[in-house]
């Protein structure tokens, strides 16, 4: 599957944004879905996982109670609601899809991944 992440921008501190990703070439629904992000100078890190269902989802800490993840199997997208932004926020961030059972937050388990998209906070 094909992944292109986009929705980013520069925000103020505290607001909102909302990045999408829009997937093709393969059966959207059979794969686990995440949001990771890397910042400057930092390795990447997991944010947010869903299961192929969406009924379930999973969250790295610091975004836990800010960002929430959706998808949409119809529309062969996965979406990354954030609020409450912080400059510690700032970095890209990219979509990735993983073919197996369960929700994951282990990079290595993912194998498509989006282009990413850059988000900036500023303070």
């Known amino acids: 599957v094909q992944l292109q992440a986009s929705g980013g921008g520069l925000v103020q501190a505290g607001g909102s944004l909302r990045l999408s990703c829009a997937a093709s070439?393969?059966?959207?629904?059979?794969?686990?879905l995440g949001w990771f992000r890397q910042a400057p100078g930092k390795e990447r890190e997991f944010i947010a996982t869903?299961?192929?269902?969406?009924?379930?989802?999973y969250y790295a800490d610091p975004v836990k109670g800010r960002f929430t993840i959706s998808r949409d199997n119809a529309k062969n997208a996965v979406y990354l609601q954030m609020n409450s932004l912080k400059p510690e926020d700032t970095a890209r961030y990219y979509c990735?899809?993983?073919?197996?059972?369960?929700?994951?937050?282990?990079?290595?388990?993912?194998?498509?991944w989006g282009q990413g998209t850059l988000v900036t906070v500023s303070s």
């Open positions: 990735a899809a993983s073919p197996v059972y369960m929700m994951t937050r282990i990079q290595a388990e993912y194998d498509s």
């Open positions: 070439g393969g059966t959207f629904s059979n794969y686990v």
């Open positions: 869903i299961s192929k269902t969406g009924t379930s989802t």
